[in-house]
């Protein structure tokens, strides 16, 4: 998401904004704020369509709500400027391409002119003045020079054109699979990310296991110290899952409160001691926001390992079962799901 407004536009909207979110259920966090800054901008007007619709029903907007309204028209308008970026690459490519072959053209031609005159040259040197037949080679080299030049110039404008849209592009795609609020993954790049394991052949993929991870109790952490200071309880478990595994685990943002931790070549014995490790160190972590300290931040998990030939709807089913069961128990704990 770009934003050109004005200090003074940007000014004035977010007076509206805040107005807007302090009437809704939802926290004030950076996906809701995006949410109704794009409403209250105008600057999207399918969101605003839809949410003026929700609201015409009477419902308010929670932090559900905005996530959903956040990925449909906020990351899948992002998915459209992508798409719009690749034209732009392939009419650039289109054009280096057509002005390759111009060259190519007066190439031949060029050559085919020297093929010429060195005939004439061999045969009629005796009636053609030799002047005139350097003064065409010179007009022929310096029309070719001519050619080259511009197709170099051209080149170079073009690389630095496709340099800016790789840089773009980049950006934009980094941007849709990103949470905004903690870095982590988001459940779109988790999905292309579990969607690409468990493409790769057994041998290149080897054992998988997900944990699904929940923040015990965080609707009483926000009722009694507020959204500001849950935020930061989301985003210091979000660190903590993040820094707790290897660096070819994915860990994202499942919503709300909720993480999953893909990890590629771990048995499901390696997937519980990460799950044990990530819960004690969420467990004896201290959260402080000025002079408040919360000291009682737990996770529950949920643990499985994949079944060759399942569905990732089944695969995060079943870890998500074995997370329920854990909460059941009394949080704080770890559930394996059942193998069979």
């Not at 009437?23 to 969101?47: Q, T």
């Not at 643990?303 to 059941?328: M, N, P």
């Amino acid at each position: 998401m770009k934003y050109r407004d004005t200090k003074e536009t940007s000014g004035e909207t977010l007076r509206r904004v805040i107005a807007l979110m302090a009437k809704h259920a939802a926290a004030y966090h950076p996906v809701s704020y995006a949410v109704w800054y794009e409403y209250a901008s105008g600057r999207n007007a399918k969101l605003k369509q839809a949410v003026d619709a929700f609201l015409g029903s009477g419902a308010q907007l929670d932090d559900k709500s905005i996530q959903e309204f956040f990925d449909t028209y906020i990351v899948e308008r992002d998915e459209e400027a992508m798409r719009r970026l690749y034209a732009d690459f392939q009419r650039i490519v289109t054009e280096i391409s057509h002005s390759a072959h111009e060259t190519g053209v007066q190439a031949g031609r060029y050559g085919d002119s020297l093929a010429q005159i060195g005939h004439r040259l061999e045969e009629s040197v005796d009636r053609l003045p030799l002047e005139a037949i350097v003064e065409e080679l010179v007009a022929g080299t310096l029309q070719m020079h001519v050619w080259v030049t511009t197709l170099e110039k051209q080149l170079a404008e073009r690389r630095q054109e496709i340099e800016e849209l790789r840089v773009a592009i980049s950006e934009v795609q980094s941007e849709s699979h990103t949470d905004p609020m903690t870095g982590l993954a988001n459940r779109r790049g988790f999905d292309k990310a579990i969607n690409e394991l468990l493409a790769l052949e057994n041998s290149d993929r080897g054992e998988t296991c997900l944990l699904i991870a929940d923040v015990d109790h965080f609707k009483k952490i926000n009722d009694a110290y507020g959204h500001v200071f849950g935020d930061k309880v989301i985003c210091a478990v979000a660190q903590t899952l993040k820094s707790g595994v290897k660096g070819r685990d994915i860990v994202a943002r499942f919503g709300g409160e909720e993480f999953v931790v893909l990890l590629a070549k771990t048995p499901l014995a390696g997937a519980y001691t990460v799950a044990e490790q990530l819960r004690a160190t969420v467990e004896q972590s201290r959260i402080r926001r000025g002079e408040t300290t919360l000291d009682a931040v737990t996770i529950s998990i949920g643990v499985t390992a994949y079944r060759g030939g399942e569905s990732v709807t089944e695969f995060i089913h079943r870890a998500d079962l074995a997370l329920y069961t854990s909460k059941q128990n009394g949080r704080n704990r770890i559930t394996v799901a059942p193998e069979a």
